[in-house]
Each structure stands twice: as structure tokens, then as C-alpha cells.
């Protein structure tokens, strides 16, 4: 009898304080002020984001997130989205569609908020990257750059030295040849999307994308196209058929891939080999960034500004970096246990060590044309 008066007693007071709790949460934020954020991003990317947002509202009862994922066709929908005055108060986006948003003038200048959001500790290469026309107009999440991924069990089964920082395009090409071995294991990758090339024109002086005609342009090219098409130490298309480069180096059929940090977890995953990292051979590499927006049309600027402080801090960057899938902007979280861990890839601090060389890629307002244009004018020469 006395035990059920006790429990009886307890569901009282138990349920007078959650009375209580929800009448102070009701009388001091009787209205929470909804503020919509949109974002591309994978499964995983999203698994990561998904808690840092529960979190920051847990720590802002006065701010409701609304989230809205979109996985494909990101930017074209975001368009649409400006276009219809409908535009999210927060936008995660990259530095090659940046400019097309800032030249319309429909993003916030935060260059005023460097306090806010302690541009001080970034990478400054990922600000510039963000920038345009001498303004901030996002705070980075990330920096990216293209690195070689290796196979070490096919080094090591084919006496070929590893690769290291300081080596020449030469010696990469001399090791791709030493690594194929016809018809199953190739030296290295081919990808026809530009993004996976733009290193090699790099290399060779291109700084102007869109002039395709320069010699420094024709050399790159022609570099590339005979990875394939000379020496046949990169994959045909009749050779890969519809496996993506990852699939084939998971495969053990690939020496060398050429790629970026957000393959790290999936290798990690799925190798059953041993693998690591190196730079690209000496030279400029091109550096990508992606951050955190706010459309000047937001009415809750304030609020999203809290939003990105937070997913900017520390703590944040530390958490999408421990999954192995970014490269943190934040010079801490780059530089922390989460991202220097004794997971592979063992070389991680090459992704850090070449933002020292590498350069903010070279973007205008028509930068996506440029690329498509370069797709098609190269599908000729990529398969002879």
C-alpha cells in the first residue's frame, strides 16, 4: 500500500513539473522563430549534420530548424527557389557556385562579421575561396583538394617504390606505367568530369579555365588524354563499363586514383587491401571550399547567423571531421585527434600540408559553362 502511494505521489509531482516546464517554455518562447537551412549532402553527411542541428536547438529553444535536404539537383533547385522568392534563410554552397549568387546580389556580405565568426582560426585560402569581389559571402565548413589514393599491396607486389611529396610528373608517369599490368590492373584513374583533370592543367600553368586554346592548355590536355590513349595505363571506357574509378580501385584494379577527401570513409569501409595517400605531383593544385550562405532576403538574419556560428565552432567542424569525410576549414579541428587519428589514411596531414601550395580555383560567374563546355570538347579527345 505504501509503495503505491509513493509511485502515486511521484506521477504527481512528475507530472506538475513537466506542467510547469511546459508553461515557462510556452510564457518565454511562446512563438520560436523558424528558420529554414538547405543542404546537398549524402546519407552519411546527413547522418552527422542531422545531431549538430538537434543540438544547437536544444541549446536555442527559441529557434526551430527547418531542414531542408535536398540530395540531387541541388543548385537548380535552388534557383528556382530564388527565383521564386522562396530562398532558405541559411545555404550551404560551394566556391563554384558562389559566384553566380553573389553577382546577382542575393547573398548577405558577412566580410562585417569576422568577429561573429572568428575568421581568424580558417584556413585563409578557404575564405578566399568563398569570396568574391573583396567580400565574404559564406563561412567555410571545409577545404578540398585532390590527392592520389594508392594501393600499397600492389606496390608492394610489384616492387614499385612508394610515391612521395616531393615527386615529379614524371615519376608519376613512370610509376602508372610500372603499375599496369593488361588486361585487369591499371596504373591509374580516368575520369572525364573536369574536376578530376583540373590538377593536370594546373600543373602544366593553365590559370584561365575558360582558355582552352593557350599551349599550357593543349599540354595538360594532351598529358591526360595520353594516360589513356598512348600508353594505356588508364581504363578505356569499354574497360570499366559502368564501375565508377572508386569501384575499380576497391577492386584491386587500379594502382592510383585520383580523388578527394570524401572518399576516405568509404575506403575505409570497403578496402580489403592496405592503401594510402600522396600529393599530386609538384605543383599548383587547385582548392575547392564549401560554406555556410545567408540569402539577403532572410528575415531572421540574426537567428541564422546563430545557426552558422555554431555550425562553424570547433566543436561542430571536429564532429564532421572525425567521419573521415571533410577536411575542416577550422585550422583546429584540421589539426585535431578527430582528423589526425591512427585511421588511414596514415599520410592524413598531406591533405593539410598542400592547402600551403595550393590555389583557390579560378572561378567566374559562367564557371559551371566553362566546365560543361570543357566536357564536351574533350569527349573527342579522351576516346580516340
Known sequence: MLKKIIILICLVIGTSIF?????????????????QLASWGSESEIRILKPILKDFERENPDIEIDFMHIPQNYFQKLHLLFASNTAPDVIFINNHYLPIYANANVLEDLTPYSQEFE???LYNKSLEALTWDKKIYA??????????FYNKDLFNKFKVPYPNENWSIEEFLDTAGKLTHLPEIFGISFDEEPLFYLPYLTYFGVKDFADMDSENYQKGLNFYSDLRNKYHYAPKKEEFASATMAQMFLQGRLGMQISGRWLVPKFREEAKFDWDVVSFPKGVVPLDSSGWAIAKSS???KESIRLIQYLASDSSAEKFAQSGLIVPARIQASKSKYFLDDQKPSNAKIFISIINSAVPTSVTVNFREVLDDLKTKTERIFNK
Open 19 to 35: 506542467c510547469c516546464l511546459n508553461f515557462v517554455n510556452k510564457s518565454y518562447f511562446p512563438d520560436k522563430t523558424k528558420i
Open 119 to 121: 575568421f581568424e582560426g
Open 299 to 301: 528575415k531572421h538574419k
Open 139 to 148: 563561412v567555410p565548413r571545409d577545404v578540398s583538394t585532390l590527392v592520389v
